[in-house]
C-alpha cells in the first residue's frame, strides 16, 4: 500500500455559518457553530488515507481537550500518530467563517503547531520510508525545511503547498518537487497575476507546479511539457474550508499509485468536488469508494 508521511499542523476548527461574512467593524448574527478537527497538515494526512493510503502524521498537539480530540480524529481515520508530540500548552486553533455562498475567511493561532522548529528523533526514518511527504506552512518553515531536505535525502518525493503564503527559503524550493498553491499563493509567490503566466514562472523555482482554480478546477506544467488544465466537477458547494487540502491528499495518492497526471488530477478533483458539497475540513472529506463513484460519474 502506499505510505504518505505528511509534516504539518494540527487545528481545532471553530466554525460560524453565517449568511454573510462581516466587513471590518461589523456584527453579524450567526446561523450555526461547530468545533471541527482541522489543520493542514491533519486535513491532507486524513485525506490521505481516505484516498486509500497508509499515512504517518509528524507534528505537535497540546495538552488540552483539543489536542485530544485531535489525535483521537487522525487514529480513528486510520492514521498513524506515533510521531505526533504532545506539548505542554494550547492545541492550535483556526477560527472560521463561513457564508451562504461556501466561502470563507479564517485566522489561525499556532499553539502547539509553534513547537515544531525541527525534526524530532524518528521524525527522518519514518519520512525515510514513506513514498511522498505532504509539507505546508502552518508550522514554522525551519521545520518544513528540515523535512524537505530529509526527503531529498532519501529519494522521497516532496509535495508543499505554499500556504498560508510567504516568502519561501531557497533551500527549501530547492528539496520540493512538486508545488500545489491556489491562484492567491501562485500571485503572492509570483507577483503574476495569470495562473498561467504564474505558473511558467514558479516553474524557474521547482520542476512541477499544479495551480488549483478553485471551482474551474486545477492547472499543471512541468518543464518541457505542454500546460494541462484539468476541469472539475460541477457541483454546488456548501463549505469549501479543506477543499485544497482534500486535493492535495488525494493527488498525492494517485501520483504514489503511478496514476497518469491528468487522471491524477481528475481524481483528486472528484474527491475535492465530493468535500465541498459537505460542511467542515476534515468532516468532509470523502473515502476512496466515494472518489472513485464521483471520477467514473
Known amino acids: 500500500m502506499t505510505h504518505i508521511a505528511v509534516l504539518g ?4 476548527d471553530l466554525v460560524a455559518y453565517v449568511d454573510k461574512a462581516p466587513q471590518r467593524g461589523e456584527t453579524v448574527t450567526g446561523r450555526e457553530f461547530h468545533t471541527i478537527p482541522g489543520g493542514k497538515g491533519a486535513n491532507q494526512a486524513i485525506a490521505a488515507a481516505r484516498a486509500g493510503a497508509t499515512v504517518s502524521m509528524i507534528g505537535a498537539v497540546g495538552n ?13 481515520s486510520g492514521v498513524d500518530t506515533d510521531f505526533l508530540r504532545t506539548v505542554e500548552g494550547p492545541s492550535g486553533t483556526a477560527h472560521i467563517v463561513v457564508d451562504d455562498e461556501g466561502g470563507n475567511s479564517i485566522v489561525v493561532v499556532p499553539g502547539a503547531n509553534g513547537t515544531v ?8 526514518g519514518v519520512i525515510a520510508t514513506a513514498d511522498a511527504l505532504l509539507l505546508q506552512l502552518e508550522i514554522p518553515q525551519a521545520a518544513v525545511v528540515a523535512g524537505a531536505l530529509a526527503a531529498r535525502r532519501h529519494g522521497v518525493r516532496t509535495v508543499l503547498t505554499p500556504a498560508p503564503a510567504q516568502p519561501l527559503a531557497p533551500e527549501l524550493l530547492a528539496a520540493t518537487d512538486l508545488l500545489v498553491p491556489n ?20 516553474l524557474d523555482l521547482v520542476p512541477e507546479v499544479v495551480v488549483t482554480l478553485g471551482a474551474t478546477g486545477s492547472l499543471y506544467l512541468a518543464r518541457g511539457t505542454e500546460p494541462l488544465v484539468v476541469p472539475a466537477p460541477r457541483v454546488r458547494a456548501v463549505d469549501s474550508t479543506g477543499a485544497g487540502d482534500t486535493f492535495v491528499g488525494a493527488l498525492a495518492v494517485a501520483l504514489a499509485e503511478e496514476k497518469p497526471v491528468r487522471e491524477a488530477l481528475s481524481w483528486a478533483a472528484a474527491a475535492a468536488a465530493l468535500s465541498v458539497q459537505r460542511a467542515g475540513a476534515t468532516a468532509s472529506m470523502p473515502y476512496r469508494q466515494e472518489i472513485e463513484a464521483q471520477y467514473t460519474a
Do not use: K, Q
Open 183 to 202: 491562484e492567491y499563493e501562485a500571485v503572492t509567490l509570483t507577483g503574476r497575476t495569470d495562473p498561467r503566466e504564474a505558473a511558467a514562472a514558479l
Open 9 to 12: 499542523s494540527m487545528n481545532m
Open 117 to 124: 522548529d525541527h525534526l524530532s528523533p524518528g521524525d527522518e
Open 64 to 76: 488540552d481537550g483539543f489536542g485530544v480530540r485531535l489525535r483521537d480524529t487522525l487514529e480513528h
